[in-house]
């Protein structure tokens, strides 16, 4: 059972267009964390959100946690083509170490 | 600036043959995790580990054996593939950072390897 669902699953967009990408949930995580993957490696960790209506700001990325800690948000502003890549979404029910992962968003910026 | 190296990278075979998938991290960590990433699905979660010795079953765990003999090492097997075991498999370790009741440990992700059971 996919616990995390993100939208959209594909976005293609141009340069230095905004763009928002959704984690959402039906069961509430303690934690939530967003990765980016680059084509042939493995994911990489942009941040980590642990209370609920925190938001978390990295360069152009802005990060959101809901109030109720079952959905989430990545805002990117004036997107670049380096920002191209795979985005999942990744969340802990709990105090578990049983990282669940959203089948991702796949983001292509145009130049 | 090892991290997590998995090996092989590549690997083709015949339905029915067994291999086994090394994954190897030199930081000390003691969670190490097998996921496999197959198109529209995201990364499902095969077996993990929380330390040497012990190992655990994930979302997708038939088909799959791990052992855990040493710390830094999480070997992934395949007793008799099938062809619906062609995939990326991707190897993760992580620390456990209790913030707030939560375990908020970064994964640290090898490259991954492709497997294609024909």
């Known amino acids: 059972t996919q616990l995390l669902e993100q939208s959209p699953q594909f976005l293609s967009i141009q340069e230095g267009e905004n763009l928002t990408v959704y984690c959402n949930s039906s069961?509430?995580?303690?934690?939530l964390q967003w990765y980016r993957q680059e084509p042939g490696e493995g994911p990489v960790l942009l941040v980590t959100?642990?209370?609920?209506?925190e938001v978390k700001k990295l360069k152009r990325l802005t990060f959101q946690f809901g109030d109720a800690r079952k959905d989430s948000s990545l805002h990117i502003t004036a997107a670049q083509p380096g920002d191209t890549g795979l985005y999942l979404c990744a969340g802990l029910p709990g105090s578990n170490y049983k990282l669940t992962f959203g089948k991702g968003t796949l983001l292509t910026v145009n130049p | 600036n090892a991290g997590v190296t998995q090996t092989p990278k590549f690997r083709v075979l015949k339905t029915g043959q067994s291999m086994t998938l090394l994954c190897a991290q030199d930081?000390?960590?003691?969670?190490m995790y097998w996921y496999r990433q197959d198109p529209g699905m995201g990364l499902r979660l095969i077996h993990y580990s929380v330390g040497e010795g012990t190992t655990a079953k994930g979302e997708v765990p038939d088909g799959y054996n791990v052992s855990r003999l040493k710390k830094q090492n999480f070997l992934l097997g395949l007793e008799s593939a099938a062809p619906s075991q062609t995939s990326v498999y991707f190897c993760?370790?992580?620390?456990?950072?209790?913030?707030?009741?939560?375990?908020?440990?970064?994964?640290?992700f090898g490259e991954g390897s492709r497997l294609t059971v024909l």
């Open positions: 069961s509430v995580f303690s934690s």
């Open positions: 930081m000390n960590h003691e969670y």
């Open positions: 993760a370790s992580s620390y456990v950072l209790l913030l707030a009741g939560a375990n908020t440990g970064e994964l640290f």
């Open positions: 959100v642990v209370t609920g209506g």
